[in-house]
T-cell receptor, first 113, second 115 residues
Framework: AQSVTQPDIHITVSEGASLELRCNYSYGATPYLFWYVQSPGQGLQLLLKYFSGDTLVQGIKGFEAEFKRSQSSFNLRKPSVHWSDAAEYFCAVRTDSWGKLQFGAGTQVVVTP | EAGVAQSPRYKIIEKRQSVAFWCNPISGHATLYWYQQILGQGPKLLIQFQNNGVVDDSQLPKDRFSAERLKGVDSTLKIQPAKLEDSAVYLC?????????????FGEGSRLTVL
């Protein structure tokens, strides 16, 4: 069965510091992977996606993610966080050809001054 | 380009009452999804439409939840009767194509509180 695990429920990071959010997936075929961000009271916004090719994917807002098949991971990174990056981040895997997404439980990011 | 529109944004009801949520997807998007997001959890798919046909409703509690997408555009999700555990944000999303590379666009959600 497909699954997505985000091991960190909550992360606190200082403004200007680097950020890495972990995501592990379980999926039989080649995975299509996504990272979404959700600000309070808002819907989900796509940060980046991986379908194939280069395993280092660039996204919006200065985020990037690296697909590692050997580790079944798709970790999200940002070199220097801004206060506006405080939000909840969700990793997701596409589970069928109709586009259905299975989400992880999310990681809440708090940015301190 | 207008995004996915949902209403109402907030709804408070008592258990055993009914509620309906409305979604207007991005124009031309054939695929529409309803997700349920309980506090502290990731979104979970309830139902998926392709045009006005149901593709997947395996996770929809059919004894109390129903959804329709008449004419393949707007969609309505109904809960009757509501239970306390239905308190959640209901997210609507739409996607343009049927291939594997189409992006899902989400609305801002409808937050339901059941007392």
């Amino acid at each position: 069965a497909q699954s997505v695990t985000q091991p960190d429920i909550h992360i606190t990071v200082s403004e200007g510091a680097s950020l890495e959010l972990r995501c592990n997936y379980s999926y039989g075929a080649t995975p299509y992977l996504f990272w979404y961000v959700q600000s309070p009271g808002q819907g989900l916004q796509l940060l980046l996606k991986y379908f194939s090719g280069d395993t280092l994917v660039q996204g919006i807002k200065g985020f990037e993610a690296e697909f590692k098949r050997s580790q079944s991971s798709f970790n999200l990174r940002k070199p220097s966080v801004h206060w506006s990056d405080a939000a909840e981040y969700f990793c997701a895997v596409r589970t069928d050809s109709w586009g259905k997404l299975q989400f992880g439980a999310g990681t809440q990011v708090v940015v301190t001054p | 380009e207008a995004g996915v529109a949902q209403s109402p944004r907030y709804k408070i009801i008592e258990k055993r009452q009914s509620v309906a949520f409305w979604c207007n997807p991005i124009s031309g998007h054939a695929t529409l999804y309803w997700y349920q997001q309980i506090l502290g959890q990731g979104p979970k798919l309830l139902i998926q439409f392709q045009n006005n046909g149901v593709v997947d409703d395996s996770q929809l509690p059919k004894d109390r939840f129903s959804a329709e997408r008449l004419k393949g555009v707007d969609s309505t999700l109904k809960i009757q009767p509501a239970k306390l555990e239905d308190s959640a944000v209901y997210l609507c999303a739409s996607r343009e194509g049927t291939g594997n590379t189409g992006e899902l666009f989400f609305g801002e959600g409808s937050r339901l509180t059941v007392l």
